[in-house]
């Protein structure tokens, strides 16, 4: 079974707005990671938070995670039209180590001209 | 894409045929990872390996097999393809070390088609 779960699953946005992105998970991580994918590409791995943070930023981008509630949101700022994509959030686990990754289903990110 | 080649990219296959995609990656990394993408499923692990000659299964590992006999190269076999294995699979591959360790870099995909 999945570990992450992406909400909404699909989300419509004008250029220019913020974009939020949520990601609940089932059990312990030590680390929790955001990646996007272009259509028809492979992902991309855009910031990694672990267990003892609670909020990083990489540019435009800020992730914070809340382990008491085992959830994490991704916000884009000042969304831009190749900022449409698909976002995965990915999870490891104490018990199987940080080398594996369970994903997420994705939210697929529109950004409107 | 970070140094990772899958081949070949698209291929069409009939059931009960084998197919073994390969993976190939510059960047001298530990680990490397097969995954396929299905619609309503997102990325699901089918086997990884931590080192030459060292697999494991993952989540979606029944009816693939794997090989790895150097650093820089990943087979996923079906040894009898069934409809069900029509999917985008995706190679990874992460350093296991360093700062960056846990980070995973992904090839650019292989649409397999079983009919």
């Known amino acids: 079974s999945q570990q992450g779960e992406e909400d909404p699953q699909a989300l419509s946005i004008q250029e220019g707005e913020n974009a939020t992105m949520n990601c609940s998970y089932k059990t312990s991580i030590n680390n929790l990671q955001w990646y996007r994918q272009n259509s028809g590409r492979g992902l991309v791995h855009l910031i990694l938070?672990?267990?003892?943070?609670r909020e990083k930023h990489s540019g435009r981008l800020r992730v914070t995670l809340d382990t008491s509630k085992k959830s994490s949101s991704l916000l884009i700022t000042a969304s831009r039209a190749a900022d449409t994509a698909s976002y995965f959030c990915?999870?490891?686990?104490?018990?199987?180590?940080?080398?594996?990754?369970?994903f997420g289903t994705g939210t697929r990110l529109t950004i409107i001209p | 894409d970070a140094g990772i080649t899958q081949s070949p990219r698209h291929k069409v296959t009939e059931t009960g045929t084998p197919v073994t995609l390969r993976c190939h990656q510059t960047e001298n990394h530990r680990y490397m990872y097969w995954y396929r993408q299905d619609p309503g499923h997102g990325l699901r692990l089918i086997h990884y390996s931590y080192g030459v000659k060292d697999t494991d299964k993952g989540e979606v590992s029944d009816g693939y097999s794997v090989s790895r006999s150097k650093t820089e190269d990943f087979l996923l076999t079906l040894e009898s393809a069934t409809s069900s294995q029509t999917s985008v699979y995706f190679c990874?591959?992460?350093?296991?070390?360093?700062?960056?360790?846990?980070?995973?870099?992904f090839g650019p995909g292989t649409r397999l088609t079983v009919t």
């Open positions: 990915a999870t490891d686990s104490p018990n199987f180590g940080n080398e594996k990754l369970t």
């Open positions: 938070i672990r267990s003892n943070e």
């Open positions: 990874a591959i992460s350093e296991g070390s360093g700062s960056r360790s846990y980070e995973q870099y």
